[in-house]
């Protein structure tokens, strides 16, 4: 199996461009242990997938050699810009495009000058691969699959890395509990805004580290529903895809809040 | 200085399919053409927006997305490219545009004012939402008057749709108080599709119009009703009826414009002229229009 490491990380950009708030901050050191646990596993691709790209029409892979330019956050603006250039893994993402046929999902490249590529993603690789060591595979968030189609192409994504002994590392980027203060905080004093969406955090991310895959699978319906987690947790779907439901063990580097909406950094050995 | 006024408002919405069928000189992808019944409607809603002559056009798009707050464009003078996240083969657009910054901030300061969370956008690097560029693209293609940018606050999902849309309608309460105390008069654009099922699979080529029917009929029934309601100016009917209509028909108007813009006008129960009505990957689309001066609700420039 050529997946060498899986990680979940937060797709906020809130401890990226503010890490000097320490709630945020032990995020942002969170992911940069993530990061050189990836770099001990010696990647040569990062596959991504970000709840933040939506796509509502056919899935979406970016195709462009080298994806280059300045994004500004359409809620933390004033948090100034998410400067990005990363390079994506062609063949594979190539490869990956008309393999998704074999589970009815009609997949297409996007090779566009000025493509707004999510925060999610940026803030992913920024942590991750911020020495340009690795080329990314990215994969849009379509807003009609569920849980079962989203793994279907975190295993589709594998096998093709598989078929060309390309080692990779598999990043699901997306939150954890959905609900966050809708209005100005002290962001010193940011935390899980519900008492029972932290505890809901908590017993899952202590089900993932337990390995024990059929109670965290029988747990995140509810898990979802309840802690109305970002995008259903198709983020975490897409891992276990790729990891074909087994891994050796789980870390979790850092957990806590993303103004009041939950973050956590985990990593997974396969 | 006299009081400001708002003169028209229009439901304009913005599929980026109308911008590519145009072939405008900004936008990179070239078309064969297609959806010229709304793009013909639009050009009905120009040529009566030119007559208005505004000051400044006031735009809510569900294609700009925040969580904490209402929140308004606020550099001078925005350009760029934006492309589409989700038609990039369609929209990838240069676009340059005026901001009134002076009626943003007021309009933000009045929301604050009545209890909402409101933020001026200050980065000049910001990439202006498709939604926002091809409304007032298909309403005014010169570019040349000035533009409020307000963007979707996710209020309708998050909370329930009523809880949302009564932001919504604060939100078009304050924006009414600060175009009066502006002395401008303005035009407001609800940039909302109403029946929001679409296909999943695009047609190659994507203006082939063989392909482009309504996606299914409860939703165009449910289009036609809300129509015929708003043609008859039946409009607290329309409203009563609003949250079933989203319920059943998915319909956009979740996102909030449409709200804000009836209650900025004061939800007048005026007859709403169709300028056309059509489909694009089988959503449903209606260009109308409530002008206040020709209702003797505002003045006449």
């Given at each position: 199996?050529?997946?060498?490491?899986?990680?979940?990380?937060?797709?906020?950009?809130?401890?990226?461009?503010?890490?000097?708030?320490?709630?945020?901050?032990?995020?942002?050191?969170?992911?940069?242990?993530?990061?050189?646990?990836?770099?001990?596993?010696?990647?040569?691709?990062?596959?991504?997938?970000?709840?933040?790209?939506?796509?509502?029409?056919?899935?979406?892979?970016?195709?462009?050699?080298?994806?280059?330019?300045?994004?500004?956050?359409?809620?933390?603006?004033?948090?100034?810009?998410?400067?990005?250039?990363?390079?994506?893994?062609?063949?594979?993402?190539?490869?990956?495009?008309?393999?998704?046929?074999?589970?009815?999902?009609?997949?297409?490249?996007?090779?566009?000058?000025?493509?707004?590529?999510?925060?999610?993603?940026?803030?992913?690789?920024a942590f991750l691969n911020s020495a340009d060591r690795y080329r990314l595979v990215v994969a849009s968030n379509n807003l009609y699959h569920d849980w079962s189609t989203t793994h279907a192409l975190g295993r589709i994504a594998a096998?093709?890395?598989?078929?060309?002994?390309?080692?990779?590392?598999?990043?699901?980027?997306?939150?954890?509990?959905?609900?966050?203060?809708?209005?100005?905080?002290?962001?010193?004093?940011?935390?899980?805004?519900?008492?029972?969406?932290?505890?809901?955090?908590?017993?899952?991310?202590?089900?993932?580290?337990?390995?024990?895959?059929?109670?965290?699978?029988?747990?995140?319906?509810?898990?979802?529903?309840?802690?109305?987690?970002?995008?259903?947790?198709?983020?975490?779907?897409?891992?276990?895809?790729?990891?074909?439901?087994?891994?050796?063990?789980?870390?979790?580097?850092?957990?806590?809040?993303?103004?009041?909406?939950?973050?956590?950094?985990?990593?997974?050995?396969? | 200085?006299?009081?400001?006024?708002?003169?028209?408002?229009?439901?304009?919405?913005?599929?980026?399919?109308?911008?590519?069928?145009?072939?405008?000189?900004?936008?990179?992808?070239?078309?064969?053409?297609?959806?010229?019944?709304?793009?013909?409607?639009?050009?009905?809603?120009?040529?009566?927006?030119?007559?208005?002559?505004?000051?400044?056009?006031?735009?809510?798009?569900?294609?700009?997305?925040?969580?904490?707050?209402?929140?308004?464009?606020?550099?001078?003078?925005?350009?760029?490219?934006?492309?589409?996240?989700?038609?990039?083969?369609?929209?990838?657009?240069?676009?340059?545009?005026?901001?009134?910054?002076?009626?943003?901030?007021?309009?933000?300061?009045?929301?604050?004012?009545?209890?909402?969370?409101?933020?001026?956008?200050?980065?000049?690097?910001?990439?202006?939402?498709?939604?926002?560029?091809?409304?007032?693209?298909?309403?005014?293609?010169?570019?040349?008057?000035?533009?409020?940018?307000?963007?979707?606050?996710?209020?309708?999902?998050?909370?329930?749709?009523?809880?949302?849309?009564?932001?919504?309608?604060?939100?078009?309460?304050?924006?009414?108080?600060?175009?009066?105390?502006?002395?401008?008069?303005?035009?407001?654009?609800?940039?909302?599709?109403?029946?929001?099922?679409?296909?999943?699979?695009?047609?190659?080529?994507?203006?082939?119009?063989?392909?482009?029917?309504?996606?299914?009929?409860?939703?165009?029934?449910?289009?036609?009703?809300?129509?015929?309601?708003?043609?008859?100016?039946?409009?607290?009917?329309?409203?009563?009826?609003?949250?079933?209509?989203?319920?059943?028909?998915?319909?956009?108007?979740?996102?909030?414009?449409?709200?804000?813009?009836?209650?900025?006008?004061?939800?007048?129960?005026?007859?709403?002229?169709?300028?056309?009505?059509?489909?694009?990957?089988?959503?449903?689309?209606?260009?109308?229009?409530?002008?206040?001066?020709?209702?003797?609700?505002?003045?006449?420039?």
């Amino acid at each position: 199996m050529s997946i060498v490491c899986a990680c979940l990380l937060p797709g906020s950009p809130l401890p990226y461009v503010r890490r000097d708030n320490p709630p945020w901050g032990a995020l942002a050191t969170a992911m940069e242990q993530a990061g050189e646990i990836v770099a001990a596993c010696e990647p040569e691709t990062l596959i991504v997938y970000s709840t933040q790209w939506f796509a509502v029409l056919d899935q979406l892979w970016l195709t462009r050699p080298r994806m280059q330019g300045l994004h500004v956050d359409e809620n933390w603006h004033e948090y100034g810009e998410l400067p990005f250039d990363f390079a994506i893994d062609l063949e594979l993402a190539e490869a990956v495009i008309p393999a998704t046929q074999a589970v009815e999902v009609r997949s297409k490249g996007v090779d566009y000058d000025g493509f707004p590529v999510d925060t999610g993603t940026i803030v992913a690789n920024a942590f991750l691969n911020s020495a340009d060591r690795y080329r990314l595979v990215v994969a849009s968030n379509n807003l009609y699959h569920d849980w079962s189609t989203t793994h279907a192409l975190g295993r589709i994504a594998a096998a093709e890395a598989d078929r060309r002994a390309r080692r990779v590392a598999v990043v699901g980027v997306g939150g954890l509990s959905g609900a966050f203060f809708r209005g100005a905080i002290d962001i010193a004093e940011d935390r899980i805004v519900r008492a029972e969406d932290d505890a809901w955090n908590r017993r899952v991310l202590d089900l993932i580290v337990a390995g024990d895959g059929g109670k965290l699978l029988e747990a995140v319906p509810a898990y979802a529903a309840e802690a109305r987690v970002d995008m259903g947790f198709k983020h975490l779907a897409f891992i276990l895809g790729a990891l074909g439901d087994r891994y050796a063990g789980a870390e979790v580097h850092g957990y806590g809040p993303l103004y009041g909406a939950g973050g956590a950094v985990v990593t997974f050995r396969p | 200085m006299s009081q400001g006024e708002i003169v028209a408002g229009f439901l304009a919405p913005h599929p980026p399919h109308l911008v590519y069928g145009e072939n405008p000189p900004q936008n990179e992808p070239r078309s064969q053409g297609g959806w010229e019944p709304l793009r013909w409607a639009y050009e009905r809603a120009r040529r009566s927006l030119d007559e208005l002559k505004p000051d400044v056009l006031l735009v809510h798009s569900p294609h700009w997305i925040t969580q904490q707050g209402h929140h308004f464009l606020g550099v001078p003078h925005l350009r760029g490219k934006s492309v589409d996240p989700i038609f990039p083969n369609l929209f990838r657009y240069t676009f340059e545009l005026d901001v009134d910054v002076e009626l943003a901030e007021a309009c933000a300061a009045e929301g604050a004012a009545l209890g909402l969370t409101t933020k001026l956008m200050r980065n000049p690097h910001f990439r202006v939402d498709y939604g926002t560029i091809t409304t007032l693209h298909m309403m005014r293609p010169q570019w040349d008057i000035p533009v409020v940018g307000l963007s979707a606050n996710n209020s309708p999902y998050y909370l329930t749709t009523e809880e949302g849309l009564e932001e919504m309608d604060v939100l078009g309460q304050a924006t009414r108080r600060a175009i009066e105390a502006s002395g401008k008069r303005a035009v407001l654009l609800a940039s909302n599709t109403l029946c929001h099922y679409h296909f999943s699979k695009e047609p190659e080529p994507p203006e082939d119009m063989s392909k482009e029917h309504p996606e299914n009929m409860a939703g165009y029934l449910w289009d036609m009703r809300i129509i015929e309601l708003l043609r008859a100016g039946r409009v607290r009917e329309t409203f009563d009826i609003l949250p079933q209509f989203i319920e059943e028909a998915f319909a956009e108007v979740k996102s909030g414009a449409f709200t804000w813009m009836f209650a900025a006008m004061g939800y007048p129960e005026l007859a709403g002229e169709l300028h056309g009505y059509g489909t694009v990957i089988g959503t449903g689309n209606a260009v109308m229009e409530w002008n206040l001066v020709k209702a003797g609700l505002a003045r006449a420039a």
